[in-house]
């Protein structure tokens, strides 16, 4: 039975949605460890280079592949080419594969902010706050579930009463609480150090591994590759500018990320008196290193670290809604469920399948596999090994097989194509080249033959 196609209302709501879905934990504290790791001012540089070449292609073909097939990943793909239904398939496993792990943080993001609103910002100093915390059994599961709730819920209500008008509401506020904490932030005494290794390149720490690190942030950063912008494009309208579109969403992407560079690294610096090593990757950092930083200035550190936490919910909020959606769309598409009762299947088992990776810190921290617990298994075979995958095939798939006019004709529908030579040869020729690099490149580090 053909489902008639939910839509976004218009431009904005497709921009703001599909924005919020790019802005999540990986602008937050990913961007920000890995700028401070490889050289501050030019990874930002080749990261700004990338973005507006490699994930302007991609995120390109995927919108269009979307809104000209009306269809979800699965679907999308087999509909301009049979050969290529596997393609949808593999896809569809990302997002199913990162929204559990993913909403397991979420819950750990919840947590703190009711923690800073419940005056406990001096016991979140203590480096055993955190861990203790993700050790138990119970607690962390709760915030899991309640974190999935709200997903649930803004999912549950559809395109344009769900999505769309919680992204309205909360990336206007994402935007205003980031300016805010990053003004906080570059004023604290200390803080030019961190500002200026972060603005300003310095090439001598240039090398191969920074291309490939930006290259890696911002694969995960855009949402490419995870059948997110397939099946947002699939509720676009025709008349919606696709190029303008995109462009905004990764100029608003780019900007967040920047912006969240000048929350956290300068923050760091003066904290730990310019020592770099205090920007670890990932939960280290955001749960352990930026509570001592907002503590080091009292009261009105303690209402920064809330601000703060109440952004970073909003940021993962808005990309596990879009995760879900996603995979919701692929089982309507596929076997022409409902909405309503697809959403409290998919709710079940994101909750189920996010066990692992909530316990896996805790009762189950003893499971290992390749040496990594469960999340950072998720984690490493989703967004190193089956993203660069899909997007090295689609490159394959739009570049020699439906070939780039059929991407360049659904563009052509609303406006001109500006940068139409330019998405050709990054489609064909460069990008396949670059994915490979960062396939190879992950799985050596993974494997302790290179470091990354």
Not at 15 to 30: C, E, H, K, P
Not at 128 to 141: G, L, M, R, T, Y
Not at 214 to 227: E, K, P, R
Not at 284 to 305: E, N, Q
Request: charged letters at 10%.
């Amino acid at each position: 039975m053909q489902q008639t196609r939910n839509s976004f209302t218009g431009k904005v709501g497709f921009v703001l949605a599909a924005a919020g879905s790019a802005v999540g934990l990986g602008n937050i504290w990913r961007f920000p460890y890995l700028a401070a790791k490889y050289g501050g001012g030019v990874f930002l540089l080749v990261y700004i280079v990338l973005v507006i070449t490699f994930g302007f292609a991609l995120m390109v073909a995927e919108v269009a592949i979307g809104r000209r097939t009306g269809l979800s990943a699965v679907g999308a793909y087999r509909a301009l080419d049979k050969r290529f239904s596997f393609l949808g398939y593999l896809t569809s496993l990302v997002p199913i594969i990162v929204l559990p792990y993913y909403c397991v943080i979420g819950g750990w993001v919840t947590k703190f902010l009711f923690s800073y609103a419940a005056g406990q910002g001096a016991q979140m100093v203590q480096d055993s706050f955190f861990n203790n915390f993700i050790a138990q059994p119970v607690e962390p599961v709760l915030w899991l579930c309640l974190f999935v709730g709200a997903t649930a819920l803004i999912v549950f209500l559809g395109v344009e009463s769900g999505i769309e008008k919680a992204s309205r509401f909360m990336m206007p506020v994402l935007v205003v609480l980031s300016v805010a904490v990053s003004v906080y932030s570059v004023t604290r005494p200390g803080a030019l150090a961190g500002i200026k290794y972060y603005l300003i390149p310095d090439f001598s720490r240039f090398s191969p591994v920074t291309v490939l690190a930006a290259m890696g942030q911002m694969f995960y950063s855009m949402s490419l590759a995870m059948g997110i912008m397939v099946t947002y494009g699939s509720y676009m309208k025709k008349d919606t500018d696709l190029e303008k579109s995109v462009s905004q969403i990764e100029l608003f992407d780019t900007g967040m990320a920047f912006v969240a560079g000048l929350m956290i690294v300068p923050a760091v610096f003066a904290f730990s008196n310019g020592d770099e090593s205090a920007l670890n990757a990932g939960a280290s950092l955001m749960f352990i290193t930026l509570p001592k930083v907002f503590a080091d200035a009292g009261t009105l550190g303690y209402i920064a670290g809330g601000v703060f936490f109440l952004l970073v919910l909003f940021a993962a909020l808005t990309s596990s809604v879009s995760l879900m959606e996603t995979v919701v769309s692929i089982f309507r598409d596929k076997f022409g469920w409902g909405r309503k009762g697809t959403c409290l299947l998919v709710t079940a088992g994101c909750l189920l399948l996010a066990l692992p990776s909530s316990l896996g810190h805790g009762v189950w921290s003893g499971v290992t596999i390749f040496g990594m617990n469960f999340r950072e298994f998720f984690d490493f075979i989703s967004n190193n090994v089956i993203m660069p995958v899909v997007a090295f095939v689609t490159c394959i798939f739009v570049g020699y097989f439906i070939k780039p006019k059929l991407v360049e004709d659904e563009v052509l529908i609303s406006s001109a194509f500006r940068r139409r030579r330019m998405f050709e040869v990054v489609i064909k020729y460069i990008a396949p080249v670059f994915i490979v690099l960062i396939l190879v490149s992950s799985l050596l580090d993974a494997l302790g033959i290179m470091t990354i």
